[in-house]
Structures are given as structure tokens and as C-alpha cells.
């Protein structure tokens, strides 16, 4: 039987297909071929150098506490790519490949993956997970990335596979060549396509999403993230919103650059922000919605305290007289004998 060999960009979209293997929901003679590294980020001007790659992950490591326990570190990436190398090499043409992508870092990466395999003449097959609808009962979901689909889907998205033909794989060679010569650090997909942004690409959705009041940044981070239709690693919004701190954009309060710090916007930033007028529309829409918000708490609070003054008052109107029980509890002469009264 021939191997069917499923090639991987994330370590969740890993996680989905062990379970699916292990657990036979997968049937047939299925493997994984999984790729660590997170291309769409960094350097990978003219070709993919690992020590460039390690010296961008320290970029983010380096006094980050976004994750107090890290995912990986720079000998796990080492090893990954040595492990990868090997494993796609021993691909052959009984074997079928199933590349799986849908965000900008499984883009990058199956593209490398495809510059290894060049010239080797394999059975490829291209599955891209956002070409699927999945539906459940009445709700539909569209995946952003291969790492969002459930083991249970899988087949359902592998039914859109795509064979993958000379002139398609040299256009994708070609597409690959001009982004690494690009001299960006930052890859996304836009209407589809794959291109290379500056560093800079996200920073609009970070001060959207930053108020005036201080914060923690998870709260910033989230926002991002949830409201992006481009996957982003929350390592990279955090970086950005430490180089925003720098330029005066954002305030900080607490040690900077950890993530238990405070940040809010400043004017600097709303000037910036104003640049781009549907983004700060949300951002005053967000701001008014927090207030009514804030007027809804202190309403419930001031509700709160008074029913309290009340019940302290009924205690006290069979002991003390109308004046003292007002000085004790805040409310007024009128307040105090319509309880008496009532």
C-alpha cells in the first residue's frame, strides 16, 4: 500500500493529525512529515540560513514572558530542521504528499518544502483548508489555518486536494525565488496571494485595539488575533507592540518589555492611528462602548452601596433617632423617615 505522507506547518496542525493516526480515524497507511519553523517571520533573504532563523527566534525570546513556558527553543528548531531534511528525503515516487496550508507561515512553509522536493518528479498534492466549508448542524467554519481543523475533518478537506502540476510548481518555485529576495521580514496573504509586508503591517490593529486607559497587552494581543483574518503568532504582535513603545505610540507601566507591564495609547499614537479612518472609528466605538459600560458598573455599584445604607438603616431606626441614623449612613433626613413611614 502506498504511503500517504501528510507535510505539516504547525505544531497544532501536528498535534490534529497524531491524534487522527494514532486513533484510526485516519485510515490507511498514513505518516507525518511536520516543519517547525515559522517562515512567514524573519529573515529568509536569498535562502533559508538556520542560523539567521535561531538569531530571529531569539528576537522574540529574549526577555519575553508572553509565554512563561516556552513551546520550543533554538536546539529543538536545529533539530527539526535536521529531522526534516532527512524525512522529505526519503520520499519516493511510491508515495503520495499531501501539503497542507492555509496561513501565511504554512504557505511559506509548504513552499520550502517544495524547493526540496524540486526536480524530483513525486505524486504532490496541494490542500488548501480555507477552499473548504465545514458544516455543523446549522453553523459553518471556514479555517484560517491547517491547525484549526478538527482530526474528525480532515477528510473532508482532503476531498478539495489539488494535484499539483509542472507549470503550477514552477509558478510557486517562481513565487518563492522573488520573496526570498525580498528584503522583508514579514509575509501575509493577501486576497490570496502570498506577499511580503513591512514589519510595521499589523500595527494599526494593535493601536485599534489599545485604549487610553492602561491595560495588560494580553488583552491587546487577543483582540489582534481574534479579529485578524491573517494568522499572526502572538510572540510577533508582542515584539510590535514593544518597537511601538519605543517610538512613542504606546505608554508603558511596569518593567518593560514583560508581559505582566501595562500599556495604553498615547497621543502620538492616536495620531498615527487617525491616519486610517475606519480603524479609528472602531477604536472610538470601542472607547464609547467601554464607557457605557463603565457607567452600567458604577450604576450597579451605586445600586449596591445604597441598598446596603437601607438595610443598615431599617436596623437602626428602632435604636437611634432620624439624625444620627443619616450621619451613620449617608442618607438623608427624607430618606430616613420614609422608612420609618413604609
Known amino acids: 500500500m502506498n504511503r500517504i505522507i501528510n507535510m505539516c506547518f504547525s505544531e497544532s496542525a501536528e498535534g490534529s493529525f497524531k491524534h487522527a493516526i494514532s486513533t484510526k480515524i485516519l485510515k490507511g497507511n498514513q505518516e507525518i512529515i511536520f516543519f517547525l519553523d515559522d517562515l512567514s517571520q524573519g529573515s529568509i533573504k536569498d535562502e533559508i540560513n538556520i542560523e539567521e532563523r535561531t538569531n530571529w527566534y531569539n528576537t522574540f525570546t529574549r526577555e519575553n514572558q508572553l509565554r512563561p513556558v516556552v513551546d520550543y527553543d533554538i536546539d529543538d528548531l536545529k533539530e527539526n530542521y535536521s529531522t526534516f531534511h532527512n524525512e522529505i528525503s526519503k520520499a519516493d515516487h511510491s508515495d503520495i504528499l499531501y501539503l497542507w496550508y492555509g496561513s501565511s507561515r504554512e504557505f511559506c512553509g509548504m513552499l520550502y518544502a517544495l524547493e526540496l522536493l524540486k526536480d524530483r518528479n513525486l505524486d504532490i498534492y496541494l490542500i488548501n483548508v480555507k477552499d473548504t466549508v465545514i458544516k455543523h448542524k446549522k453553523i459553518e467554519f471556514k479555517a484560517r489555518s491547517t ?196
Open 147 to 342: 491547525g484549526e481543523i478538527i482530526p474528525e475533518d480532515i477528510e473532508k478537506y482532503v476531498a478539495a486536494k489539488k494535484n499539483l502540476n509542472l507549470n503550477e510548481y514552477r509558478e510557486l518555485l517562481d513565487k518563492w525565488e522573488l520573496l526570498k529576495k525580498d528584503n522583508f521580514i514579514l509575509r501575509v496573504i493577501k486576497n490570496g496571494n502570498l506577499e511580503s509586508v513591512d514589519e510595521n503591517y499589523f500595527d494599526i490593529d494593535i493601536l485599534k485595539y489599545t485604549p487610553k486607559e492602561f491595560i495588560n497587552p494580553i488583552r491587546t494581543i487577543g483582540e489582534v488575533l481574534g479579529k485578524s483574518e491573517e494568522r499572526i503568532s502572538d510572540e510577533y504582535i508582542f515584539w510590535r507592540i514593544k518597537e511601538l513603545i519605543k517610538t512613542g505610540k504606546i505608554e508603558h507601566n511596569g518593567k518593560f518589555g514583560v508581559i505582566g507591564m501595562e500599556i495604553k495609547i498615547t497621543e502620538e499614537g492616536l495620531k498615527h492611528l487617525s491616519t486610517d479612518k475606519d480603524a479609528m472609528r472602531i477604536w472610538e466605538e470601542d472607547r464609547k462602548e467601554s464607557e457605557e459600560e463603565e457607567e452600567i458598573r458604577k450604576k450597579y455599584r451605586q445600586q449596591g452601596i445604597m441598598k446596603e445604607r437601607i438595610d443598615i438603616a431599617k436596623k437602626l431606626k428602632d435604636v437611634l433617632d432620624d439624625k444620627t441614623i443619616a450621619e451613620k449612613t449617608g442618607l438623608s433626613m427624607e430618606q430616613v423617615k420614609s422608612l420609618k413611614e413604609s
